[in-house]
């Protein structure tokens, strides 16, 4: 996916929690950041406060948060153990369990943790593979609400 691409699909979901499905319709005219992980991935649990933090921080400002869980190996498809992961780290937006690659390959996602932050027009503007640029996802989504602010002034 390139910058300036429009939002893919976040359809085909084994299951979402914290949330019903969520289509592109419910996601616009609001930035959005969604978040790519897996369970038996070390770098995603290490990441996953941070996250967490941006959503309580930014919700306010209209940032959404959408993380989507993509399974790398068989123990990464147990519901009940993402589930209790879900819970222990304290997220409350939604995540889409994707057990059977429908959105992992609308997306064409590759890595975990990955990081896409789309602005109010639902436009590509920032993408992060890995655990190392928290400073520049930060900057991005500082820059993404900076705009809406002033195109809602």
């Given at each position: 996916?390139?910058?300036?691409?429009?939002?893919?699909?976040?359809?085909?979901?084994?299951?979402?929690?914290?949330?019903?499905?969520?289509?592109?319709?419910d996601l616009a005219g609001r930035p959005l950041l969604v978040h790519f992980w897996a369970l038996s991935c070390h770098s995603c649990h290490e990441m996953m406060p941070t996250v967490v933090a941006w959503h309580q921080r930014h919700a306010s400002r209209?940032?959404?948060?959408?993380?989507?869980?993509?399974?790398?190996?068989?123990?990464?498809?147990?519901?009940?153990?993402?589930?209790?992961?879900?819970?222990?780290?304290?997220?409350?937006?939604?995540?889409?369990?994707?057990?059977?690659?429908?959105?992992?390959?609308?997306?064409?996602n590759k890595f975990v943790p990955s990081f896409y932050l789309f602005n109010a027009d639902g436009k590509l503007v920032h993408y992060q593979a890995g655990d190392r640029g928290q400073k520049m996802i930060e900057q991005a989504i500082e820059r993404v609400l900076g705009a809406a602010a002033s195109a809602n002034a």
């Open positions: 996916m390139r910058i300036g691409s429009a939002l893919p699909p976040l359809d085909g979901a084994t299951e979402w929690v914290n949330s019903g499905p969520v289509g592109s319709a209209g940032l959404q948060v959408i993380s989507v869980h993509q399974a790398r190996c068989e123990a990464d498809t147990d519901v009940a153990a993402i589930k209790q992961a879900i819970e222990k780290c304290g997220i409350t937006h939604p995540v889409a369990i994707d057990n059977d690659f429908r959105i992992v390959d609308a997306w064409e």
